[in-house]
């Protein structure tokens, strides 16, 4: 009996604790995420403008949404364009990087801080300014197309052809994340298999796509996923280098969001869009889980 009491003053106390050391997580995505979920949400059938209280008005929102709004499609169309180019790119680069750096050498941990260092400072607005700048009518790169010949007052700005691939080139910057990650994944590669391989005089353009590629699978999948979510979800580089200019080629749909909610005080109006664009990028990602069992290797080592 004494034994029974004090194995169960042992659980409830572990219990206690691990409740202690959680409840900072689960207070705050219970107020910073759940409840402001559950405001948005009703706020999507709304008509609100944040200085006055909402007004209940039933699916208008959503209805305006598909059938009285151009830019809305074309926020969806320019988002896509953006998120389906830039993370495949991202993830090449990625993978191409961490397979140089995969190889022992003595400055291989120097590469690699200096290689992850856009994904931490890429998003911020003073690389937003920066790139701004660097693609500027005077800015550096201009300057040294001129060195070659090249039209020196070319605007890549202001193209709307260009302009959505200045945004891109910065997203496929910041793919130290995704370096890291497939770089983990590298080394977890048995050596035997390559050795076995070499025996059996395969080529290294062979033990890349026999060998290294299907078992690299896993984390490819794991990085489309979070990369493309984070594709969606872009906002910094678009709001502060183009604002969604020229003719809304850049128009990004959580910029356009921002506008509505904030800049137009159309607030149950960006609600609603908020909500279209977690069931967009919910239906996405179920689209990848859905085609992982085709190209996705899970037969381990």
């Known amino acids: 009996m004494e034994n029974r009491k004090s194995f169960l003053l042992k659980m409830n106390?572990?219990?206690?604790?691990?409740y202690?050391?959680?409840?900072?997580f689960i207070v705050g995505f219970l107020l910073f995420m759940i409840v402001p979920m559950c405001i948005s949400l009703y706020y999507s059938f709304c008509d609100y403008n944040i200085l006055s209280a909402p007004k209940w008005i039933g699916l208008d929102n959503y209805?305006?949404?598909?059938?009285?709004?151009?830019?809305?499609?074309?926020?969806?169309?320019?988002?896509?364009?953006?998120?389906l180019i830039s993370v495949p790119l991202r993830?090449?680069?990625?993978?191409a990087v961490a397979m140089l750096l995969v190889k022992p050498s003595k400055m291989a941990a120097f590469y690699r801080a200096v290689y992850y260092l856009p994904s931490i400072i890429g998003g911020s607005v003073a690389v937003a300014i920066l790139w701004k700048r660097l693609f500027a009518v005077d800015g550096v790169i201009n300057k040294f197309l001129s060195v070659?010949?090249?039209?020196?007052?070319?605007?890549?700005?202001?193209?709307?052809?260009?302009?959505?691939?200045?945004?891109?080139?910065l997203a496929v910057w910041q793919f130290g994340s995704s370096m890291l990650i497939f770089l983990a994944a590298l080394k977890q590669i048995p050596a035997s298999l390559y050795e076995a391989a070499e025996v059996d005089g395969a080529s290294k353009a062979k033990k890349f796509w026999k060998i290294t590629l299907p078992l690299l699978t896993p984390t490819i999948f794991f990085n489309l996923?979070?990369?493309?979510?984070?594709?969606?979800?872009?906002?910094?580089?678009?709001?502060?280098?183009?604002?969604?200019?020229p003719m809304d080629s850049t128009l990004f749909y959580t910029v356009y969001t921002y506008q509505q909610s904030f800049e137009f005080y159309h607030t149950g109006?960006?609600?609603?869009?908020a909500w279209i664009m977690l069931a967009i990028v919910g239906l996405?990602?179920?689209?990848?889980?859905?085609?992982?069992k085709f190209w996705v290797y899970e037969g381990g080592f």
């Open 148 to 169: 070659f010949g090249f039209p020196v007052d070319f605007s890549w700005l202001g193209n709307t052809k260009t302009a959505i691939w200045t945004l891109i080139i």
């Open 225 to 245: 996923v979070m990369q493309m979510i984070n594709g969606f979800l872009a906002f910094t580089q678009c709001y502060i280098i183009t604002q969604g200019k």
């Open 269 to 273: 109006y960006g609600s609603a869009m």
């Open 13 to 18: 106390t572990e219990r206690a604790t691990g």
């Open 91 to 95: 993830l090449i680069f990625a993978l």
């Open 63 to 83: 209805i305006k949404l598909f059938t009285n709004d151009p830019k809305f499609i074309k926020s969806i169309g320019v988002t896509f364009y953006f998120a």
């Open 284 to 292: 996405i990602t179920l689209v990848i889980f859905a085609t992982k």
């Open 20 to 24: 202690i050391c959680t409840s900072p």
